[in-house]
């Protein structure tokens, strides 16, 4: 009886100095392009505040289809929808991050950098009308670098993905027979290749196969060590993958005309500039069927444009400048009343 009763009331003493809330745990899921970024931010979030963000690398394509479904706190995609869309679904958007798609390859002897491609001859391995490395297009753009006479292997993604949006929407821009055969989309019809699944998959495969040609988002390229292209841009420089370029090509967005941010910036102007950058969004329901949840995602990104800037740029993305943070701010202020 003695033990009955002690057990109760250090039970009770323990209910009674526990914290009047508890600390938040959301779920965001979507693009695999950000999951570097949205990981690291998530832990050093976890240490400043105790709150858990779990983010699920699905892909664009997932992570839309689960903000429309209104499953998660957040969605992510790096293909913006349509201000129609959104409305459709009853969602906004808005940025978290710029970064850049970055073609890679496995040609043992070729250094990260050292490829030249344009976005013309990319279309035309994609489509197989240029199809062994020793091609003559390819030959004629990088004099000096060993190529072999072997069969060019295409990866692509397999699942949605807002990288291979951006990758085919660049492709559509600079070809014509491109954008007429295949088009655009998160999934398209690939003429022919093979599919990996998530930034992850691409990598992987990529790594593996020799005389491989891929594309992922350019943290994916450094972590796992693979021979990333140069790419020659509007202006006509060649240019590589880095913050730089990306900053480059990020400063002509003019995000004060796009209506719910939808804005595409492959192909960018300007010498510096990375042909293949690509805006990373956020997918928030305007009626959340759990508004704590939706709060405390806003809370979040809060936190990352004042806190996540030196993380994501040492993954080597971009992060937004004051003036679309505000931008963004006075968005939520008036579609995301909670």
Do not use: C
């Not at 690939?190 to 495969?205: D, I, L, M, T």
């Not at 005389?211 to 992922?216: Q, T």
């Not at 140069?230 to 202006?235: F, I, P």
């Not at 010498?271 to 997918?283: D, V």
């Amino acid at each position: 009886m003695f033990a009955k009763q002690w057990l109760f009331a250090a039970l009770t003493a323990i209910a009674l100095n526990a914290p009047a809330h508890a600390a938040n745990s959301i779920t965001g899921a979507g693009a695999s392009f950000v999951f570097p970024a949205m990981t690291k931010w998530s832990s050093e979030y976890k240490k400043a505040t105790n709150n858990q963000i779990n983010y699920q690398s699905i892909g664009s394509g997932g992570g839309i289809a689960q903000a429309k479904a209104n499953t998660v706190a957040f969605g992510s995609s790096d293909a913006p929808l349509t201000p129609e869309d959104l409305a459709a679904h009853k969602l906004r958007q808005f940025p978290s991050v710029i970064g850049g798609v970055v073609p890679v390859v496995n040609l043992p002897g070729v250094n990260a950098g050292q490829l030249k491609l344009t976005g013309e001859l990319l279309a035309n391995m994609y489509l197989g009308k240029v199809a062994t490395w020793d091609h003559a297009d390819i030959k004629a753009l990088n004099p000096g670098v060993t190529l072999p006479a072997k069969p060019i292997r295409l990866i692509y993604r397999s699942d949605g993905s807002g990288t291979t949006f951006n990758f085919v929407n660049y492709l559509s821009k600079l070809s014509p027979e491109w954008k007429t055969k295949v088009g655009e989309g998160t999934a398209v019809r690939w003429p022919g290749g093979f599919g990996g699944k998530g930034n992850e998959g691409v990598a992987a495969y990529v790594k593996q196969i020799q005389g491989s040609i891929g594309y992922v988002e350019l943290s994916y390229a450094l972590t796992n060590k693979l021979t990333y292209t140069s790419m020659k841009n509007a202006d006509g420089e060649f240019v590589q993958p880095s913050f730089d370029s990306f900053v480059a090509a990020a400063e002509s967005a003019d995000w004060a005309n796009a209506k719910d941010f939808y804005l595409v910036i492959t192909n960018a102007p300007g010498k510096a500039s990375w042909p293949i950058a690509a805006t990373n969004f956020i997918l928030m329901s305007e009626s959340p069927k759990k508004v704590d949840d939706a709060k405390a995602a806003i809370e979040f990104f809060k936190w990352v444009y004042a806190s996540g800037d030196e993380s994501a740029k040492a993954l080597g993305y971009v992060p937004l400048p004051d003036t679309l943070v505000a931008q963004i701010e006075q968005y939520w202020a008036t579609n995301l009343k909670y």
